[in-house]
Each structure stands twice: as structure tokens, then as C-alpha cells.
């Protein structure tokens, strides 16, 4: 069993989506962000960064194991199943590319174009300007390397 802490974001979606992907037993632990339960001391023990999401896989050998950061959580779970990350080096090298292209290009950037046009209090035309761009030529990216695969 996989204890998932996360909460409704983008970002916590990827765990649940890839849990469900790879047919693994979990339960959802809500951290709820509004209420700034990342900063409780319980949740700061599993993660000392205070972000969703993390989880704890209490079927690996030596006892639980407790991974933060989605790359980190993304992997762990494909090597344990052996499923969505090839073995074969050119095969795995595309895979990794692509996971690390949106950890740190995808996520980051889109969230601060969402962050600067949804939520900043303060209207700033050269941030908004600057995330939004960036997140067009991101997605431009995302559909070149799609295009053409299954």
C-alpha cells in the first residue's frame, strides 16, 4: 500500500494519475494547501521542502520508504513495477528527457503564468507577458516532440 499526500493541484494529480496508470493500491492523505497543512510539523517530516506531493510506499524492502518531489515519485514507481520507463538506454533516455523537460519547464513555468494572472493581487504586465510567452513556446515544444506517437 502507497500513502499518497497530495492535494487538488496539477502537480499532486500526476502521482494519482500514474497510481491509477499502473494499477497500485493507495490512499489519498489530503494536504490541504489553504489551510497550510504543508507546514505541520507531521507533514514536514515526510517532506522538509513543505510541497505535495509525497508518498509513503510501505511495501519495499527494510521497512516504509518516504519519496517528496513528483520526478522522484514518478520513477520510483515505474522501476517498482517495471512499467512506463524502458530498460533499453535510447528508450529510457527519451522517457527521462521528457520527464525532466516538464519538471522544469512544464510545471514551473505554467504554474507562474497561472500564478501572475490568477492570483497575484498586483497585475504585472512584464511577469504576465514574460510566463505567458515562455508557456506558448513550452506547449510548442510538447506538441513537436508528440507529434507523430501514439
Given at each position: ?8 493541484t ?35 517530516a ?8 509525497a ?10 520508504l ?36 516538464q ?17 497575484a ?30
Amino acid at each position: 500500500m502507497i500513502d499518497l499526500y497530495t492535494w487538488t493541484t496539477p502537480n499532486g494529480r500526476k502521482i494519482s494519475v500514474m497510481l491509477e496508470e499502473i494499477g497500485l493500491p493507495y490512499k489519498v492523505l489530503p494536504v490541504n494547501l489553504q489551510k497550510d497543512e504543508q507546514a505541520s510539523p507531521e507533514f514536514t517530516a515526510i517532506n522538509p521542502n513543505r510541497k505535495i506531493p509525497a508518498i509513503v510506499d510501505h511495501d519495499v524492502p527494510g521497512g516504509p520508504l518516504t519519496i517528496f518531489e513528483s520526478g522522484a515519485i514518478l520513477i520510483h514507481l515505474a522501476e517498482k513495477t517495471g512499467r512506463l520507463l524502458p530498460r533499453d538506454v535510447r528508450a529510457r533516455a527519451v522517457v527521462l528527457q521528457w520527464l525532466m523537460y516538464q519538471m522544469s519547464h512544464v510545471g514551473p513555468i505554467i504554474g507562474q503564468a497561472g500564478h501572475f494572472v490568477n492570483q497575484a493581487p498586483e497585475k504585472i504586465p512584464y511577469a504576465i507577458q514574460r510566463f505567458i510567452g515562455e508557456s506558448i513556446r513550452i506547449v510548442g515544444v510538447l506538441n513537436t516532440g508528440l507529434a507523430g506517437h501514439e
